[in-house]
């Protein structure tokens, strides 16, 4: 079975630095797709960022980027220039090709300090 | 609509009653999928609909537990003779056809059982 590993529960940061939350995952399949979510208090689960395992550059969008590394099965954001509004809980997740296993890790409360 | 709509957004039940949540997912998406997430927790997998095909009832935590999906639109999760350690939130995703396409979120349903 797959699963998903963040191994951080709380992470803080200074508004305007840089911040990278880790993730791990654990599959044998070769093709397979990776995220990030962000989960304010309003319960929303919002799309951050979306990595397919057959491309070999990192994904970026705006002021969020993930630095993936196949063969260690890892795969971390990087926020920069954080701002207040990037404050949640942000959870990484691994589907499969067939799109029937999506599978959570246990999320990263991210804590921005003005 | 235009995203996913759950409903009701919030549930109050007493211990031994049964629930019923609902899930409208995006028009067209054949996939869906209900998780349930333990407060300050992460996503946990409870069944998985594909178009017409037979669903992925692996992450149901008991028999108490069950759902339906009338081809390819609403979904109900059902849980019967509701207990403490039911309360938690539930959220459902809907995606166009599967691993490659965007997961929309719904804001989940809030179960207190007292």
């Known amino acids: 079975a797959q699963t998903v590993t963040q191994s951080q529960p709380e992470m803080s940061v200074q508004e305007a630095e840089t911040v990278t939350l880790s993730c791990t995952y654990d599959t044998s399949e070769s093709d397979y797709y990776l995220f990030w979510y962000k989960q304010p208090p309003s319960r929303q689960m919002i799309l951050v960022i979306r990595q397919e395992a057959y491309k070999q550059q990192n994904a970026t969008e705006n002021r969020f980027s993930v630095n993936f590394q196949k063969a260690a099965k890892s795969f971390s954001l990087k926020i920069s220039d954080s701002q207040l509004g990037d404050a949640a809980m942000y959870f990484c997740a691994y589907i499969n090709n067939a799109g029937n296993m999506l599978t959570f890790g246990g999320g990263t409360r991210l804590m921005v300090k003005p | 609509g235009a995203g996913v709509s759950q409903s009701p957004s919030n549930k109050v039940t007493e211990k031994g009653k049964d629930v019923e949540l609902r899930c409208d997912p995006i028009s067209g998406h054949t996939a869906l999928y209900w998780y349930r997430q333990r407060l300050g927790q992460g996503l946990e997998f409870l069944i998985y609909?594909?178009?017409?095909?037979?669903?992925?009832k692996s992450g149901l935590p008991s028999d108490r537990f069950s759902a339906e999906r009338t081809g390819e639109s609403v979904s109900t999760l059902t849980i019967q003779r509701t207990q403490q350690e039911d309360s938690a939130v539930y959220l459902c995703?809907?995606?166009?056809?599967?691993?490659?396409?965007?997961?929309?979120f719904g804001n989940g349903t809030r179960l207190t059982v007292t």
């Open positions: 995703a809907s995606s166009l056809r599967g691993a490659n396409s965007p997961l929309h």
């Open positions: 609909f594909q178009g017409n095909s037979a669903p992925d």
